[in-house]
């Protein structure tokens, strides 16, 4: 059973374009993060969002903590191509971190 | 290194065969986990341990998989009688417990494993 839904799941956009992903869940969770992976390596952590309602901007990068903390977003401004990556958001319960299925981003010159 | 590291890179078996994946986490670092990635997918959850407390088995896929982690520090992934649906990249990460359930995951750079 996957606890975090994500969307897109693939996303091809052109360079200076803003894009948002979402992150969607029916659990609560007491923190939500989000990691950059590029290929052939582990992902990186971008943020980590605690509170109901947080809003953490990251340069171009904005991230949004649900009310009810069970949802999160991640908006990127005017894309560059190094943004290129799949992006993965992930649910803290205790100890234990769940993640979603991902969104590959590209983004063109 | 002073970062989560893995081995093999990759590795390559037959069929029925049993395979080891090692990881050593970060030093000082009492939380571990592994994950399996499927080409382009997000991570699966397999295991957790957390310090001298029993593992979370839960995202174990069959009893042909198990972890142990030797004095709190480095853990093994075993594959029994491996099938080719295991074909996959295994993550390790580590996490310092003193952030709570808030820290930063580190992984490693994983291992590929190829099931003919």
């Known amino acids: 059973t996957q606890l975090l839904e994500q969307s897109p799941q693939f996303l091809s956009i052109q360079e200076g374009e803003n894009l948002t992903v979402y992150c969607n869940s029916s659990?609560?969770?007491?923190?939500l993060q989000w990691y950059r992976q590029e290929p052939g390596e582990g992902p990186v952590l971008l943020v980590t969002?605690?509170?109901?309602?947080e809003v953490k901007k990251l340069k171009r990068l904005t991230f949004q903590f649900g009310d009810a903390r069970k949802d999160s977003s991640l908006h990127i401004t005017a894309a560059q191509p190094g943004d290129t990556g799949l992006y993965l958001c992930?649910?803290?319960?205790?100890?234990?971190?769940?993640f979603g299925i991902g969104t590959k981003l590209q983004v063109i010159p | 290194g002073a970062g989560v590291s893995q081995s093999p890179s990759n590795k390559v078996t037959e069929k029925g065969k049993d395979v080891e994946l090692r990881c050593d986490p970060i030093s000082g670092h009492t939380a571990l986990y592994w994950y399996r990635q499927s080409l382009g997918q997000g991570l699966e959850f397999l295991i957790y341990f957390q310090g001298n407390s029993a593992p979370d088995k839960s995202g174990l896929p069959s009893d042909r998989f198990s972890a142990e982690r030797t004095g709190g520090s480095v853990s093994t992934l075993t594959i029994q009688r491996t099938q080719q649906e295991d074909s996959a990249v295994y993550l390790c990460a580590s996490r310092d417990s003193g952030g709570g359930n808030t820290g930063e995951l580190f992984f490693g750079e994983g291992s590929r494993l190829t099931v003919l």
């Open positions: 659990s609560v969770f007491s923190s």
């Open positions: 992930a649910g803290n319960t205790y100890q234990k971190v769940t």
């Open positions: 969002v605690v509170t109901g309602g």
